[in-house]
């Protein structure tokens, strides 16, 4: 059996004598890259810097894309362009609190082909996401397709 591994590291400094006032700032690392992290501006964090919720959004946003572009390649469909404006939802007054949906919104150009062959692939691919898996939330896709 074939085990995949994913690592990365974190590290924060600070002190936590009020809660209002300590740093939410800390550093991710993934595959040598650091990447300055905050809580969401909602709780206290820093509105300029990413958030964990930003990054399991993009997460599933990139899933799709992946898992997309293998299954048109295999299919024989080209790809040209794809661009998504993913967006996910946490209810505040829900406990615990948690993303309940994710909407990932792909553009999607193609040459050639037929607009609901590549709507086929589009839920093909998002049947294979690891990530849309992993998660909790309902992972949805409203795919704009375009044939040039």
């Known amino acids: 059996m074939t ?9 924060w400094r600070g ?3 009020h809660y209002d006032s300590y740093e939410r700032r800390h550093d991710v690392t993934i595959a040598g890259t650091q990447l300055a992290v905050s809580a969401d501006a909602a709780f206290r964090g ?17 899933c799709q894309l992946l898992s997309f572009l293998a299954v048109a390649a295999l299919s024989g469909v080209e790809v040209v362009e794809y661009s998504d404006r993913a967006r996910g939802e946490m209810q505040a007054d829900q406990r615990p609190m948690r993303l309940t949906r994710i909407v990932l919104r792909p553009h999607i150009a193609v040459v050639g ?4 062959r590549v709507e086929r692939l589009v ?17 949805s896709i409203e ?3 375009e044939v040039v």
């Open 3 to 11: 085990i995949h591994s994913y690592e990365s590291t974190l590290s």
């Open 15 to 17: 002190r936590t004598q």
């Open 46 to 62: 820093d509105a300029a810097l990413p958030n964990p919720e930003q990054l399991v959004v993009a997460a599933a946003s990139s």
């Open 113 to 116: 082909g037929s607009v609901e």
């Open 123 to 139: 839920h093909r691919a998002h049947e294979q996401c690891y990530i849309a898996h992993s998660l909790t939330a309902e992972v």
């Open 143 to 145: 795919p704009v397709i």
